[in-house]
C-alpha cells in the first residue's frame, strides 16, 4: 500500500520559514518524479513545484519561483519543500504528490493526505 505522509505545516508569520517533508513508502520512490501542490479556501487545487526522480530536474510555479525549493533524498525515501519568504496568500493545504513517471509529466499517481500551512499577516 502507497503512503505518502507530509508533515512540517503550521502557522508562521509572514516573511518566516517552514520546511514541508513529505515521506514516501510502499513504492519504489526512486523511480518517480515528485510534487508539490497546494489548494487555499474556495480555490482549486494548483501546482506549486515538483522534481525528477534524480533530482537534476526541478520546476516551480511562477508564484513561488526564488522563494521555495523543492529536493529530495532517495535513500529517505523523502521529497522536502523549503519555504522561504512566505506570504499571505500562501496559505494553504500543500499536497505531496508522486508522479507516474520518473521524470515530471504533470500526472500525479498518488497523493498524500494534505498539512496545513497558515500565514498570518
Known amino acids: 500500500q502507497v503512503q505518502l505522509v507530509e508533515s512540517g505545516g503550521g502557522l508562521v508569520q509572514a516573511g518566516g520559514s517552514l520546511r514541508l517533508s513529505c515521506a514516501a513508502s510502499?513504492?519504489?520512490?526512486?523511480?518517480?518524479?515528485m510534487g508539490w501542490f497546494r489548494q487555499a479556501p474556495g480555490k482549486e487545487r494548483e501546482f506549486v513545484a515538483a522534481i525528477d526522480w534524480s533530482g537534476g530536474s526541478t520546476y516551480s510555479a511562477a508564484s513561488v519561483k526564488g522563494r521555495f525549493t523543492v529536493s529530495r533524498d532517495n535513500d529517505k525515501n523523502t521529497v522536502y519543500l523549503q519555504m522561504n519568504s512566505l506570504k499571505f496568500e500562501d496559505t494553504a493545504v500543500y499536497y505531496c504528490a508522486a508522479d507516474r513517471d520518473k521524470y515530471w509529466s504533470s500526472v500525479a499517481r498518488y497523493w498524500g493526505q494534505g498539512t496545513q500551512v497558515t500565514v498570518s499577516s
Open positions: 510502499g513504492l519504489t520512490f526512486s523511480v518517480h518524479a
